[in-house]
């Protein structure tokens, strides 16, 4: 099978993260674009994770399920338990509760922020409830493909 390749236009792999997707400016969720994605593809799952934290490494900020399959998942996602327009996509608790909730390190500190797509192949009956841990149990064997984003936010004033 081949590798999943995500990448956004937002930034590159291992570079800054616009403001404007960053709890101290928009908090807008990024625009992603995938390639070589499964032909038995169902549904996506996202999640963002600080991996900088200093006190709760892999700080979960975000998580996503049943985004429709597309190659590419616009900007902005809207907040909601069930996200309008995207085929029935969940979102779950996190430091956003039910929405996106963008890096937002304290002042001066760079932190490096995770977006982690899964691509799965089925769809999640998953109430909108559920954390980051019960996604992660939920797509147990279900798992397709997955890909890495990585990104930094340094807070200024």
């Not at 996506?44 to 892999?58: E, G, K, V, Y």
């Amino acid at each position: 099978m081949d590798a999943l390749k995500l990448t956004s236009s937002a930034f590159q792999e291992g570079g800054r993260i616009p403001a404007r997707h960053s709890g101290r400016g928009e908090n807008l969720s990024p625009c992603f674009e995938l390639q070589g994605i499964a032909s038995g593809a169902k549904s996506f799952a996202i999640t963002l994770d600080d991996a900088s934290h200093p006190l709760f490494p892999n700080y979960n900020h975000w998580v996503i399920w049943n985004l429709p399959v597309r190659e590419v998942i616009p900007e902005g996602i809207p907040k909601g338990k069930s996200v309008d327009g995207f085929g029935g996509a969940v979102q779950g608790v996190a430091y956003g509760k039910h929405q996106y909730k963008g890096p937002k390190p304290p002042f001066h500190s760079i932190h490096t922020y995770w977006f982690t797509v899964y691509v799965l192949d089925c769809k999640l009956d998953l109430p909108a409830n559920r954390r980051k841990r019960n996604l992660l149990a939920a797509i147990e064997g279900h798992v397709l493909q997955q890909a890495m984003l990585s990104g930094k936010f340094q807070s200024r004033r």
